[in-house]
């Protein structure tokens, strides 16, 4: 009789946690993992990592279904599965190197990138640096997304108690 009953409560314990879960999941309409320079997005984990004059902080983060309304709204706008794989950095006076902008924590790691999977396709593009072009190319689409997501992230009272906040 008690192991019956033992069996019915972790049973019931599992059915439960386990609906939490997938309930969340079926909120989720894209799924990111991008670095603005040493701080990272990864919402296929929920979670952002925070490095500050070298303390890292982890917290749990979860996107609304408006944010990523917002964001899917920009992926959309520059086309972003159809953009390159690796960004080439451009010839040109007007980009600014890794020497010449550097963010509050130190320079930008060489290797930078953002993943996204929506709707069951997943694209990875990378780069080189900090994406400091403004002209009308790869580097200044990827830009404008990586700014509308950072905004979300610096919007949080979660991410403000971590540290000043970021500019990009």
Known sequence: MKLILFILIVFFIVTCSTQKVSV???????????????????TFNDVYTQDVYGEVSTIPFYLSIEEQS????????IDYFNLPDTLKTPHTS????????????GKCPEKQFCE??????????SWNGWLSYDG?????????????????????????????????
């Not at 909120?27 to 040493?38: G, M, Q, R, V, Y």
């Not at 917002?70 to 706008?77: G, L, R, S, V």
């Open 94 to 105: 007007q980009f600014a190197t890794i020497e010449d902008i550097v963010s509050y924590s």
């Open 70 to 77: 917002e964001i899917i709204a920009q992926i959309e706008n």
């Open 116 to 125: 996204i999977e929506m709707n069951g396709i997943m694209k990875k593009i």
């Open 136 to 168: 009308v190319n790869e580097y200044s689409q990827v830009k404008s997304l990586l700014v509308k997501i950072n905004k979300i992230i610096q919007s949080r009272v979660e991410v403000k108690q971590l540290s000043v906040q970021y500019i990009f």
């Open 24 to 42: 969340y999941e079926e909120t989720k309409l894209i799924k990111i993992k991008c670095s603005f320079c040493e701080n990272i997005l990864n």
